[in-house]
């Protein structure tokens, strides 16, 4: 069998319908979580929302397919909010490591944008997502330590933060 090729590149409207059933198909039929497009008006204008300021989009692309999402949301003060960070099941894990590559290039896009904390939020469901979270430098913060400024999806109910080594 051949090696599969990741490439990790920023958004590019080519591919806005293919992130959208990515997300959509992990949410609703991995996880049941009962999130519909329209809950998700940032998914339609991932360049406004997501590549404003010191913000940006990635994807993980494997054959001209998208296995993978990942942006960071400028929300001020030198801080910004990991969202949408989602990897089809079957390139999840270590064979790929399409998580850490996604999560390396958030960070290094943030040092250079000197952003110094990235926070996130995310379900209790994502029992996986916690552990790789944490095995990469996050801590577990309560809802009140939050800053005014981040986004808080109604889906949301751990959250997490990384401070930005220089």
């Known amino acids: ?8 590149k920023k958004y590019s409207a080519e591919y806005k319908d293919e992130i959208i059933d990515l997300i959509l198909d992990i949410q609703q039929n991995e996880f049941q979580i009962p999130i519909k ?16 300021l010191h913000g940006n989009f990635w994807m993980a692309i494997c054959n001209n397919r ?22 089809k099941a ?7 490591n399409i998580g850490k ?18 926070y996130l939020g995310t379900t ?10 944490e095995k990469n430098g996050f801590v577990q913060i309560a809802k009140a330590d939050l800053p005014d400024a981040f986004p808080i999806m109604k889906v949301d109910s751990r959250f997490y933060r990384l401070y930005i080594k220089e």
């Open 124 to 133: 209790e469901k994502f029992l996986a997502a916690h552990r790789f979270y």
């Open 66 to 87: 998208v296995v993978g999402t990942i942006s960071l949301r400028d929300i001020g003060n030198k801080q910004g909010a990991l969202r949408k960070m989602f990897v």
């Open 37 to 52: 497009k329209e809950d998700q008006p940032d998914l339609n204008d991932i360049p406004n929302f997501y590549q404003a």
């Open 101 to 118: 590559l996604l999560l390396l290039n958030l960070i290094h896009w943030a040092r250079e944008h000197y952003i110094q904390e990235i």
């Open 1 to 8: 069998m051949e090696e599969e090729e990741i490439i990790i």
């Open 90 to 96: 079957a390139y999840r894990g270590s064979s790929y």
